[in-house]
């Protein structure tokens, strides 16, 4: 019996000591379950979530080449870090499932900072911000300010925070399923106005430039986003504003950003 029992137990201590020497896979010391600036830029690239189908901040081109604002912003920044940027694209709820089981290292996807998200994820800078933008169509000259909508015609998301801005205003609320209904519902003369993102209305601009709209008025405060990191990469996030705050002073950023844009929407 006692011979038996000694060589079970050589049979475990063999077995766990072939397991602890194939264990290559694990991170060095002191980077288990994070994606430091370290262990990037030893992989050699930079995991990022985005959609792919959210123009003009990310989607594919007439060639079916991911491309987009945050795209080319995310790799500029692997570029200048001396990474090589991999994509994963997914929905929006798949972005952030993938973040919590660590597949990627940060998501570029106009990700909006909000206190919720703030308390578990960082964010780098601020790299674009959206107003609540008030577009009536070329030739309205009764509506110049959200005053001036009481009694109008506003086409709205019912279920948008817009759509309560225009009926806070006295607005006369017509409902539609998104921007590109109420801009055509607005050249049409069947609504007077619409509240939507300044940064849609910019992009429409951009690509249209004939397109009978102006935009009259926009709330001052505006929301902010970034990229979206797990917490605890503050090396990873410190490089990546660093990256941000010299694209912004060599005219990278603007130049990006005036190409989809039309102008500097970083503040």
């Known amino acids: 019996m006692k011979k038996w029992c000694k060589m079970v137990l050589l049979v475990l201590s063999m077995v766990m ?7 290559t896979n694990q991170k060095p010391s002191g980077t288990e379950g994070q994606s430091s600036l370290a262990v990037v830029k030893a992989s050699g690239k930079l995991r990022i979530g985005t959609e792919g189908t959210y123009a003009p901040f990310t989607y594919h081109d007439a060639n079916g080449k991911l491309t987009g604002f945050d795209v080319e912003i995310a790799e500029e920044i692997t570029k200048r ?11 929006w709820d798949g972005l952030v499932a993938g973040m919590d089981a660590k597949r990627f290292d940060v998501i570029f996807n106009e990700v909006s900072i909000t206190d919720d998200r703030k308390a578990k ?16 169509s070329s030739d309205n000259d009764d509506i110049k300010s959200f005053a001036d909508l009481k009694g109008k015609k506003a086409g709205q998301s019912l279920t948008s925070n817009l759509s309560a801005i225009a009926r806070e205003n006295g607005a006369e609320i017509v409902a539609v399923d998104g921007f590109n209904q ?8 069947r609504i007077d106005a619409t509240i939507n993102d300044s940064l849609s209305f910019l992009d429409l601009k951009k690509k249209k430039s004939d397109v009978k709209i102006k935009q009259v008025d926009e709330i001052a405060g505006g929301s902010y986003s970034a990229a979206l990191f797990l917490k605890g990469n503050d090396e990873l996030v410190a ?22 844009f039309g102008e500097d929407v970083s503040k």
């Open 81 to 91: 870090l001396g990474v090589t940027p991999e994509f994963t694209e997914t929905q």
């Open 182 to 189: 109420a801009i055509d519902l607005l050249i049409s003369g």
């Open 121 to 136: 994820y960082d964010f780098s800078e601020p790299y674009i911000v959206s107003r609540a933008a008030l577009i009536v």
């Open 239 to 260: 490089a990546v504003n660093k990256t941000l705050t010299e694209m912004k002073n060599d005219g990278t950023y603007l130049q990006i950003s005036k190409k989809y």
């Open 17 to 23: 000591i072939a397991a602890c020497g194939n264990n």
